[in-house]
């Protein structure tokens, strides 16, 4: 298994600052002076996330907490995707009944009773095709042994918008490599809001985005004057990181 993308960064005269929201914590600003490497940005970003984007993903495939349910999802219903998802970020569906999943698809591997408590797939029964106790004891020894310790099921992984107006298969993104427009605005005023409604964006400002995507802004939206609003894109850049798992 290994994890990797586009973290988004900000270069203004040797000095870094990493863009990213989420609950992974995010490196302070640097000066590239001060670091003694041949890819000072990437050492940092790479060394950061080794620490704590390892420490973030062990957490969540760790046996103590407990692994994601093959059947959880991000995207709310249980049709095929039509348009992009409104959700909050971080609510989980469930694949099978449509609706949020009462324990946020995180299967205990330590407590199957809880887990067959917990579980609500009894109420789409007819989507199964056998009882639901024995799906769901089949589906906890399924993931138990660890059939489904698959990156996509992991909790705290958020779509990008933009992404998924695209349709992109990829559209999963560890926590570093999500940033949100908002936080790269000017404080919020009536004018701004106006134009970016008129130009259908402005209901995602609060949406997680890649960083990827997030450079793409100023062609997907050449309506929008970025710069008026504070958000200027020369300097921002996107490092590529990669993380190994045994
Ligand atoms: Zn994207």
New binding site residues.
């Given amino acids: 298994m290994h994890f990797e993308g586009l973290v988004l960064v900000e270069v203004e005269d040797n000095v870094v600052t990493p863009h990213w929201r989420g609950e992974v914590p995010c490196p302070q600003k640097f000066n590239i002076d001060d670091i003694d490497a041949d890819n000072p940005i990437e050492y940092v970003i790479g060394n950061w996330i080794e620490h704590y984007g390892r420490r973030w993903i062990d957490e969540f495939t760790g046996s103590g907490n407990g692994v994601n349910c093959p059947d959880g999802t991000l995207t709310p219903g249980n049709g095929e995707r039509q348009t992009p998802t409104t959700a909050t970020p971080d609510t989980w569906y469930c694949k099978i009944t449509g609706e949020t999943c009462p324990i946020q698809a995180l299967v205990p591997t330590d407590n199957k009773e809880a887990f067959i408590r917990g579980c609500n797939v009894e109420e789409a029964a007819e989507e199964l095709d056998k009882p639901p106790e024995q799906y769901k004891k089949g589906l906890f020894q399924a993931v138990r042994k660890g059939e489904f310790t698959g990156e996509h099921h992991m909790a705290g992984r958020e779509p990008?918008w933009?992404?998924q107006q695209k349709q992109a298969v990829e559209d999963v993104h560890d926590p570093w490599a999500l940033t949100a427009i908002h936080l790269h605005l000017d404080e919020e005023t009536m004018d701004r809001k106006k134009r970016f409604r008129q130009a259908g964006l402005e209901s995602w400002v609060g949406h997680p985005?890649?960083a990827?995507?997030f450079l793409e802004l100023p062609d997907l939206f050449p309506d929008v004057e970025f710069s008026k609003w504070g958000l200027n894109f020369e300097p921002y850049q996107t490092v590529p990181y990669r993380l190994d798992f045994d």
């Fill in positions: 990008c933009q992404c985005i890649c990827e995507c």
